[in-house]
């Protein structure tokens, strides 16, 4: 099936750092959306992207739809000890057998040294 | 709190055991999931539900069978199953399962099979 390549897999950062991770697809995405998982919980939404070239952002949380509908990118500005997470990013097909279907990344594991 | 709650939490079964996971959603959408999210692997979309018709099984076994009673309900009923089966479920909802509805999940029950 359809799957998101999701770089890096995990960061180690000192507070105060900025953060980037991306994702990309071999086919094109009609959404893209970013979520955050703390341990023990389910993901919680950050961000969702609907149109290509799209930029949003929510406080220190800036994503990217990309031009060719095929990747995005959550940056992290200033980061904080409760950033701390896994970060996943989610895209919905635009065609094909898998149209409509969510498909998730492998997730980027944040950490985030005081 | 994001309008979609599970019960149980944590749940250990034995192989012989049956048991079910339930799912709320608070949000008034019409489109219910399942998730399968376990170490090191991407989520692993299950079932949908739409308008309480299932309209995706994602070649699950058939020892978790889905039930959504309405709308706002959604269970999965789990009999003899195997340790591998051991993950964290998710339930998700949104307005409907088309191509760019954004999805909101619950907290997961921890699920462990002995």
């Known amino acids: 099936g359809q799957q998101l390549n999701q770089s890096p897999q995990s960061m180690f950062i000192q507070e105060g750092e900025d953060v980037s991770m991306n994702c990309t697809s071999s086919?094109?995405?009609?959404?893209w959306l970013w979520y955050k998982q703390e341990p023990g919980e389910g993901p919680v939404l950050l961000i969702a992207?609907?149109?290509?070239?799209e930029l949003t952002s929510n406080g220190r949380l800036t994503a990217q739809f990309g031009i060719t509908r095929k990747d995005s990118f959550l940056n992290i500005s200033a980061s904080i000890p409760s950033d701390v997470g896994i970060y996943f990013c989610?895209?919905?097909?635009?065609?094909?057998?898998?149209?409509?279907?969510?498909?998730f990344g492998q997730g980027t594991i944040l950490t985030v040294h005081p | 709190e994001t309008g979609v709650t599970q019960t149980p939490r944590h749940l250990v079964m034995g192989m012989t055991n049956k048991k079910s996971l339930k799912c709320e959603q608070h949000?008034?959408?019409?489109?219910m999931y399942w998730y399968k999210q376990s170490a090191k692997k991407p989520l692993e979309l299950m079932f949908v539900?739409?308008?309480?018709?299932?309209?995706e099984n994602n070649s699950v076994p058939s020892r978790f069978s889905p039930e959504c009673p309405n709308s706002s309900h959604l269970f999965l009923h789990l009999h003899t199953l195997q340790p591998e089966d051991s993950a964290l479920y998710l339930c998700?909802?949104?307005?409907?399962?088309?191509?760019?509805?954004?999805?909101?999940f619950g907290p997961g029950t921890r699920l462990t099979v002995l």
């Open positions: 998700a909802s949104s307005r409907a399962s088309s191509g760019t509805d954004t999805q909101y």
């Open positions: 539900y739409n308008f309480k018709e299932q309209t």
């Open positions: 086919s094109i995405f009609n959404t």
């Open positions: 949000l008034g959408h019409n489109a």
């Open positions: 992207l609907y149109k290509a070239g």
């Open positions: 989610a895209g919905h097909d635009a065609g094909g057998t898998s149209y409509g279907k969510l498909t």
